[in-house]
């Protein structure tokens, strides 16, 4: 059984930073994270393959950076000049699969979620 475990959220003011982490059991070809707030749909937030292709949402841009360790079980999500609006459940998706896009539909496994809140 595959297993997503997702750490590294918390609370900060505006304008700081948080890193998650994401523990796969297994390798994963496919490896990203979505966000959920309260009342919305659940968002993708940003990607990366075994190619090493990288795909962010805009408005993470320039402030988010996701990374993957040499095993491929690892997922990182380094997180910057964060916002209020970025408050919301992370969650890690994984699939085995090539060609997986941005749609949580895309994904098979999950993680349980882990809490950022950013304060203003």
């Known amino acids: 059984q595959v297993q997503l475990v997702e750490s590294g959220g918390g609370s900060v003011q505006a304008g700081g930073s948080l890193r998650l982490s994401c523990a796969a059991s297994?390798?994963?070809?496919?490896m990203g994270w979505f966000r959920q707030a309260p009342g919305s749909e659940r968002e993708a937030v940003a990607f990366?393959?075994?190619?090493?292709?990288?795909r962010y949402a805009d408005f993470v841009k320039g402030r988010f950076s996701i990374s993957r360790d040499n095993v491929k079980t690892s997922l990182y999500l380094q997180m910057s000049s964060l916002k209020p609006e970025d408050t919301a459940m992370y969650y890690c998706?994984?699939?085995?699969?090539?060609?997986?896009?941005?749609?949580?539909?895309?994904?098979?496994?999950w993680g349980q979620g882990t809490q950022v809140t950013v304060a203003s």
């Open positions: 990366l393959d075994l190619s090493g292709i990288t």
């Open positions: 998706a994984a699939d085995p699969r090539v060609g997986r896009g941005t749609s949580p539909d895309d994904y098979w496994y």
């Open positions: 297994i390798p994963m070809n496919a």
